[in-house]
C-alpha cells in the first residue's frame, strides 16, 4: 500500500535553534499534506495543510512564521520549526492524500521533538 | 466547532476478551467517521470508516457502527489478541476538498496472553 514516511523520528535540538522535519511520500503523488501536532495525552491537532507549489493554510492559533511548511514537490513537504523553544516539545505526524477513490489519506509514522 | 470525545485509556484486556472503545462527536453536517489505528512505531493506519448514518464499518474483525441519534461511532471486536495492542484513534472528517481529520484523544489497547 501507499507509504508516507516522516524523517527524523526523533530529535533533540538546543532552545533557539530551527529543526526541519520532512515527510515524504514513497509511492504515489500526494496533491495534499497535512501536518499535526499532539502533546500528550490529548487529540492530533491539525496545524496546516498545504497543497503543492502553493502557500501552506495555517489553522487558528498556529504561528505560520514559526512553523513554516514548504511543500516543494508532489512528494516532500517539510515542516521547519524556527527558533524552537521547550514547549515546541511535541510530536508532529504528517499525513497525505491523493486523487483517487475517497482522496484516501495515509500518515507518517510522526517524529518527536524535544527541545531542551 | 466539531470535535470527537472518545474514552481515556489505557484499556487492559485479557487475550479473546470482548472490547469495546467509545467515541462520540459533535458536528454540523454530515461528517464521515472513522478509526485508525497505531501500532508501536508506526503511523497512523486506516482501520475503519463510515460515511453515512447506520452504516457499519468493519475490518481485522473491528466493526463500529454510525449512530446519528446518539451522536457515536464506538469500536468493537469481539475477540481481541495480543497484536490488537495499540493506540486506536476515533475521527470525523468535515467533508468538502480538504479532507481535514479531527481527532479524538486516541486510546491504548493493550491484550494480555
Known amino acids: 500500500g501507499a507509504v508516507v514516511s516522516q524523517h527524523p523520528s526523533w530529535v533533540i535540538c538546543k532552545s533557539g535553534t530551527s529543526v526541519k522535519i520532512e515527510c515524504r511520500s514513497l509511492d504515489f503523488q500526494a496533491t495534499t499534506m497535512f501536518w499535526y501536532r499532539q502533546f500528550p495525552k490529548q487529540s492530533l491537532m491539525l496545524m496546516a495543510t498545504s497543497n503543492e507549489g502553493s502557500k501552506a493554510t495555517y489553522e487558528q492559533g498556529v504561528e505560520k512564521d514559526k512553523f513554516l511548511i514548504n511543500h516543494a514537490s508532489l512528494t516532500l513537504s517539510t515542516l521547519t520549526v524556527t527558533s524552537a523553544h521547550p514547549e515546541d516539545s511535541s510530536f508532529y505526524i504528517c499525513s497525505a492524500s491523493f486523487r483517487g477513490t475517497g482522496n484516501t489519506i495515509y500518515f507518517g509514522e510522526g517524529s518527536w521533538l524535544t527541545v531542551v | ?113
Not at chain 2, 52 to 67: H, M, P, Q, V, W
Not at chain 2, 95 to 104: E, H, P, R, S, V
Request: with cysteine; aromatic share 12%; glycine share 10%.
Open chain 2, 1 to 113: 466547532g466539531n470535535s470527537v470525545t472518545q474514552m481515556e485509556g489505557p484499556v487492559t484486556l485479557s487475550e479473546e476478551a470482548f472490547l469495546t472503545i467509545n467515541c462520540t462527536y459533535t458536528a454540523t453536517g454530515y461528517p464521515s467517521l472513522f478509526w485508525y489505528v497505531q501500532y508501536p512505531g508506526e503511523g497512523l493506519q486506516l482501520l475503519l470508516k463510515a460515511t453515512k448514518a447506520d452504516d457499519k464499518g468493519s475490518n481485522k474483525g473491528f466493526e463500529a457502527t454510525y449512530r446519528k441519534e446518539t451522536t457515536s461511532f464506538h469500536l468493537e471486536k469481539g475477540s481481541v489478541q495480543v497484536s490488537d495492542s495499540a493506540v486506536y484513534f476515533c475521527a470525523l472528517s468535515e467533508g468538502g476538498a480538504t479532507n481535514k481529520l479531527i481527532f479524538g484523544t486516541g486510546t491504548l489497547l493493550a491484550v494480555q496472553p
